[in-house]
């Protein structure tokens, strides 16, 4: 079955976010982090930590949930993330994307 899955990103703890869609959480976070698309929003603004994401088995929900959350004011998108995860860690650290393992080296 193929999930699709609404993601935020962000450059740090309350900073800089970065709402998305995807059907393929993997490659998009590695995308971000390494920065392929140079002139994008998530690589200008450094947006390489996955704060947080939801799995949907429908894109179409899934895309109704990320307009949701874009509209949202962003108090209401902090306390979704500090509810998953309050530490803001990234949640992707040590997942094997392609060739690369991400660590975070800071």
Request: with cysteine.
């Amino acid at each position: 079955m193929k999930y699709w899955y609404v993601y935020i990103m962000a450059n740090k703890p309350n900073g800089v976010i970065y709402i998305g869609v995807t059907d393929n959480l993997d490659e998009r976070v590695k995308e971000h982090k390494l920065k392929v698309y140079p002139k994008s929003f998530t690589a200008r603004y450094n947006c390489e930590i996955l704060v947080y994401f939801e799995e949907f088995e429908n894109g179409e929900k899934a895309s109704i949930r990320e307009v949701q959350f874009k509209k949202w004011k962003r108090d209401w998108k902090i306390k979704l993330i500090e509810e998953m995860n309050p530490s803001w860690a990234d949640l992707s650290l040590n997942w094997n994307l392609g060739n690369k393992i991400f660590r975070n080296n800071k």
